[in-house]
């Protein structure tokens, strides 16, 4: 009998569009969860334009890599493995964030056994059965989706979703350093500051970041 691969194919190509496809994923589960849960609609997407949420598509990329070998062992390794991982990643992402924009996107300081308000053992379970649902339901059928994609095109797609996620990128760091400039009282100096206090103000920012935008 033919032996499964015991790793997913890491090629730039694909893991951009699982990273991609995590993105979106991660943004749909976060919308869906606010409404259930708080009655609300937040964004949850790390930048001003599209639905991508950057730590998910990280994260899917990581558990993917990191779980795929055990995507055929017991449930019950995969969840501490995935506890663990998703731990781990998102303690680095909050961080990172902070450090990059001055504060995080979410904070569970009001958690039972949290750490530093970056990681929550009710976050850390859940990331635990995201790793189970996610190796098994959901990712042998992105993966299959990637392989089906006609080459040519998805490396256009490739090439020009890249290239907007770096204006992306950039715009929302501008938002964001603008907005803490108006926070100062400092006025708009030219039209594109003007646009930015229009557009991508504190108002949609916090809404954005999980209502955690620092005071």
């Known amino acids: 009998m033919k032996r499964s691969s015991k790793k997913p ?8 569009w699982l990273f991609i496809f995590g993105c979106i994923c991660g943004w749909v589960f976060e919308v869906i969860f606010s409404l259930l849960v708080h009655g609300e609609f937040i964004n949850h997407s790390a930048l001003v334009i599209g639905p991508f949420n950057i730590c998910y598509g990280i994260c899917a990329c990581a558990l993917t890599f990191l779980l795929y070998r055990f995507k055929d062992k ?9 506890f663990f991982i998703g731990s781990a990643l998102e303690y680095i ?3 990172g964030m902070e450090l990059v924009v001055g504060f995080p996107a979410w904070d569970y300081s009001d958690m039972f056994l949290n750490i530093n308000g970056r990681v929550c053992l009710v976050m850390s379970v859940l990331w635990g059965f995201l790793g189970i649902i996610w190796i098994k339901n959901i990712y042998p059928y992105i993966e299959k989706f990637i392989n089906k994609m006609n080459k040519d095109l998805g490396h256009k797609l490739m090439i020009m979703l890249i290239v907007f996620l770096i204006f992306d990128l950039g715009l929302t760091i501008s938002a964001v350093i ?3 400039e108006c926070e100062k ?7 594109y500051e003007r646009f930015l206090d229009k557009t991508f103000n ?3 920012l916090y809404n954005m970041f999980n209502n955690s935008w620092s005071d």
Not at 9 to 16: A, D, I
């Open 9 to 16: 194919k890491v090629g730039f190509y694909n893991m951009f």
């Open 74 to 82: 017991g449930n019950i390794r995969l969840f501490f493995i995935s």
């Open 93 to 95: 992402m909050s961080w």
């Open 178 to 180: 603008r907005a803490k």
């Open 185 to 191: 009282g400092i006025e708009a100096s030219n039209s």
């Open 202 to 204: 504190k108002d949609y």
